[in-house]
């Protein structure tokens, strides 16, 4: 599944990204709706677990009035961070964009589902543009 999120929101600390348009529909092993940020992985299969590779890529600035401080994003499972997606950019002013993006493997256990986000992880506002979220089950 790909979700996009191309228009800019601000995304308050400690909030998710919420997407608006799939160019590609996910299996009956992801699941996720227009206008939220949540998407739901489930474990089915004859294997003990199912596997997924995550991948976000897109432009962060801080949002106008913020301080100029370190932007951190992350992919967030069932409310915890990741840290293995975590990235951290700084900007030299509030409103300049930088491009941010990583990659990870989440797995799920056969017969459990695990709601997965990406978040705004720092302690400022940021805008997002252009984000691009792919969730692909790869095992």
Do not use: K
Request: charge should be negative; include cysteine; charged fraction near 15%.
């Amino acid at each position: 599944m790909e979700l996009f999120a191309n228009d800019r929101q601000t995304v308050e600390a400690n909030e998710s990204v919420m997407f608006q348009t799939a160019l590609s529909s996910g299996s009956s092993s992801i699941l996720w709706r227009i206008g939220s940020g949540i998407i739901t992985l489930r474990g089915i299969g004859p294997q003990t677990r199912s596997r997924f590779r995550v991948s976000y890529h897109g432009n962060v600035a801080l949002s106008e009035g913020a301080e100029v401080a370190p932007i951190e994003m992350a992919v967030r499972i069932s409310g915890e961070v990741l840290a293995s997606s975590r990235t951290v950019s700084t900007p030299a002013a509030v409103g300049e964009f930088n491009s941010v993006g990583a990659t990870t493997l989440v797995d799920v256990p056969a017969g459990c589902c695990v709601q997965i986000s990406l978040a705004n992880i720092g302690t400022s506002a940021t805008d997002t543009e252009n984000i691009d979220l792919i969730v692909e089950r790869v095992a």
